[in-house]
């Protein structure tokens, strides 16, 4: 039986961002997909895929949460 590994440096789940649409692709499901109008959508997709398909990994989820915070923080300084 074959098993999978992990690199550290790899990332589970990217986002693919063009001028008008966002896709989260994982590396591990050739299979799996989601086409976005906006990076808080395919955020949320990839974050829903990495919880069900990769319990293990919280990269994804990590990094998500990390940007969000910087969003939040710059949108708070430009109200000043």
């Not at 039986?1 to 440096?9: A, E, F, L, V, W």
């Not at 001028?19 to 994982?26: E, M």
């Not at 989601?34 to 990094?63: I, N, Q, V, Y």
């Amino acid at each position: 039986m074959k098993t999978k590994t992990r690199t550290s440096d790899r990332r589970l789940i990217e986002l693919d961002v063009s001028s008008t649409t966002i896709l989260a692709l994982c590396a591990e499901c050739p299979h799996w997909y989601s086409l976005r109008l906006t990076k808080e959508e395919a955020e949320m997709e990839g974050c829903t895929h990495e919880e069900r398909c990769h319990p293990e990994s919280k990269d994804f989820r990590r990094r998500v949460y990390f940007a969000q915070l910087k969003r939040k923080e710059r949108a708070r300084e430009r109200k000043e």
